[in-house]
């Protein structure tokens, strides 16, 4: 498999200052990524696109590869991701260098395990697939239970529950969030549709646990716990 794993970590953040390389357990919020990613089967070098030197020397560190620092235009809060992989993809052609995947994977969601990589890896080769990303189940904010708050202070609900308004939790139609832990895709069609979210996107389900995404110090705290209740240190080492 002709793949290219792309880690996007941008210097500046928002919640958390430094996120992408504050410790989590001992290590840089981004080299849980890296060290997962080295455990894959089918991962050869791992690209970590980044506008920061600082996360530049630390991804090197733990076995990434940084072969340019990603121009600041593409590492905006306006930035999408799509124009951060297609400009790592441009640098790669432009040196004649050529993929048939891309594989990103965001070091905000550090709890995906080897195991996920790889099967979604296999999923994808096994079933010809051209686009893969994970999902996490929507059990607590499901649409059923959300209500919104008239200008007369009265709940509404946000779905019309009018035909079983005690609608159990266990008789819910099932929904999923996209939980942003793996994305892969064929390059050409990411290249066609511009993003990882089209009419041939197949879901990779991923646990509710793993599915954490850390945008503040709650999460970050929640995700210490989950990393240290699942042994997850054994996993890197």
């Known amino acids: ?60 560190k733990f076995g990434a590869t940084v072969p340019f620092i990603r121009p600041k235009r593409y590492a905006t809060d306006t930035s999408s991701s799509f124009s951060v992989l297609k400009h790592a993809i441009n640098f790669f052609s432009s040196k004649n260098i050529n993929f048939d995947y891309v594989l990103m994977l965001e070091p905000t969601s550090p709890l995906r395990e080897v195991k996920d990589i790889d099967m979604c890896i296999r999923k994808v080769l096994r079933n010809k697939i051209d686009t893969m990303v994970g999902v996490s189940k929507v059990i607590s904010h499901h649409p059923r239970f959300i209500y919104s708050i008239n200008k007369k202070n009265i709940l509404i609900p946000y779905v019309n529950n009018n035909d079983n308004p005690s609608i159990r939790r266990q008789d819910i139609e ?64």
């Open 174 to 237: 099932p929904l999923y969030y996209l939980d942003g832990s793996i994305y892969i895709s064929k390059i050409g069609t990411l290249m066609r549709k511009k993003s990882f979210y089209h009419n041939k996107t197949v879901p990779y389900k991923v646990d509710k646990w793993k599915s954490l995404e850390i945008d503040d110090i709650e999460d970050f705290n929640l995700a210490k716990y989950y990393i240290k209740s699942k042994r997850m240190l054994l996993q890197i080492k």
């Open 1 to 60: 498999m002709n793949l290219l794993t792309i880690i996007p970590a941008r210097g500046k953040s928002k919640g958390i200052k430094n996120k992408n390389i504050k410790k989590l357990c001992g290590y840089p919020l981004i080299a849980w990524t890296i060290l997962m990613a080295k455990k894959s089967k089918y991962i050869k070098q791992i690209i970590v696109s980044t506008d920061s030197n600082k996360i530049a020397n630390i991804s090197k």
